[in-house]
């Protein structure tokens, strides 16, 4: 099995080293993982809940410290990073450029709305958030520099009940998605550890289902990730979630690429 999506303790809500997953990873059997900590900013925004830009150079030398220690597993360098276009260059030209990450995943957690930016994780209320959501998920989309989207249906959190609303939001993820052809993640901490209630009872907060039943009308590829936020849990619902891609008939991506790069 393989994960794209590693926390470390440098996010400040995340506990252990690179060191810490990557035994756990050897001895669950993993031959692919893929480090995605929460990005520094260059202006040290939402510091948090992600490294502070002075950690960027530990962050990767321990990764390739472990491409050194644990030959036998595919590491790779990456980045969970939330879009906005002041931060284009320095994505693009530091992260991937002068610190040659293998790749960025898009992580919407917050979204500009009313002037201000808010939480994908608790803002989500009502329909002119989801809109506001969504508007900026798909012109971070847009930006060309992510391989993946990270929990693309997190307003699953606090939207929650299925309506039109959702439906159409979904709808704009997932045309997006086919024509960029851009893997969406099925996130196994959210398909865990995330669970709310709603007028139905309880449910999985994301991977929201309806979302990737509607998913199977789009050419899209899907990514499932565990989201490790402690090495215990490297491969947190991925025999889940690859169960979930196999029920629904949903297409793996093939980022295979990513080694190469
Ligand atoms: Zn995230
Ligand atoms: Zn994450």
């Given at each position: 099995?393989k994960?794209?999506?590693?926390?470390?303790?440098?996010c400040?809500?995340?506990?252990?080293?690179v060191g810490?997953y990557?035994?756990?990873?050897v001895s669950?059997?993993?031959?692919?993982?893929g480090?995605?900590?929460?990005?520094p900013?260059?202006?040290?925004?939402w510091?948090f809940?992600?490294?502070?830009?002075?950690?960027l150079?530990?962050?990767v030398?321990?990764?390739?410290?472990a491409?050194?220690?644990?030959?036998e597993?595919t590491?790779?360098?990456?980045?969970?990073?939330?879009?906005?276009?002041?931060?284009?260059?320095?994505?693009e030209?530091?992260?991937?450029g002068?610190?040659?990450?293998?790749?960025?995943?898009?992580?919407?957690?917050f979204?500009p709305?009313?002037g201000g930016w808010?939480?994908?994780?608790?803002d989500?209320?009502?329909?002119?958030?989801?809109?506001?959501?969504?508007k900026?998920?798909?012109e971070s989309?847009?930006?060309g520099l992510?391989?993946?989207?990270a929990?693309?249906?997190?307003?699953?959190?606090?939207?929650?009940?299925?309506?039109?609303?959702?439906?159409?939001?979904?709808?704009d993820?997932l045309?997006?998605a086919?024509?960029?052809?851009?893997?969406?993640e099925i996130n196994?901490?959210?398909?865990?550890?995330?669970?709310?209630?709603s007028?139905?009872g309880?449910?999985?907060?994301?991977?929201?289902?309806?979302?990737w039943?509607?998913?199977?009308e789009?050419?899209?590829?899907?990514?499932v990730?565990?989201d490790?936020?402690?090495?215990e849990?490297?491969?947190?619902?991925?025999?889940?979630?690859l169960?979930?891609?196999e029920?629904?008939?949903?297409?793996?991506?093939k980022?295979?690429y990513l080694?190469?790069?």
């Open positions: 099995m994960n794209y999506h590693t926390h470390t303790f440098r400040k809500h995340a506990e252990g080293e810490d990557m035994r756990t990873a669950r059997g993993l031959s692919v993982l480090f995605a900590d929460h990005t900013l260059p202006d040290n925004r510091l809940m992600r490294m502070g830009s002075s950690a150079p530990a962050y030398r321990a990764i390739e410290d491409q050194q220690r644990f030959p597993l590491i790779l360098k990456g980045m969970e990073c939330e879009w906005a276009s002041e931060y284009h260059s320095y994505f030209d530091v992260l991937l002068e610190y040659g990450l293998d790749y960025l995943a898009l992580g919407c957690h979204y709305y009313s808010v939480s994908s994780h608790v989500i209320l009502d329909a002119a958030h989801l809109l506001a959501y969504t900026h998920l798909v989309m847009r930006s992510f391989s993946f989207v929990h693309p249906d997190l307003f699953g959190l606090t939207y929650r009940d299925w309506d039109k609303n959702t439906e159409a939001a979904s709808r993820i045309s997006t086919q024509e960029l052809q851009l893997p969406l196994g901490n959210g398909l865990i550890n995330r669970l709310v209630e007028s139905q309880m449910r999985v907060a994301y991977p929201w289902r309806p979302f039943e509607l998913a199977r789009y050419e899209v590829t899907v990514v990730n565990s490790a936020h402690h090495p849990f490297v491969d947190q619902g991925l025999a889940e979630g169960g979930l891609v029920s629904l008939g949903l297409t793996l991506a980022l295979e080694e190469g790069s």
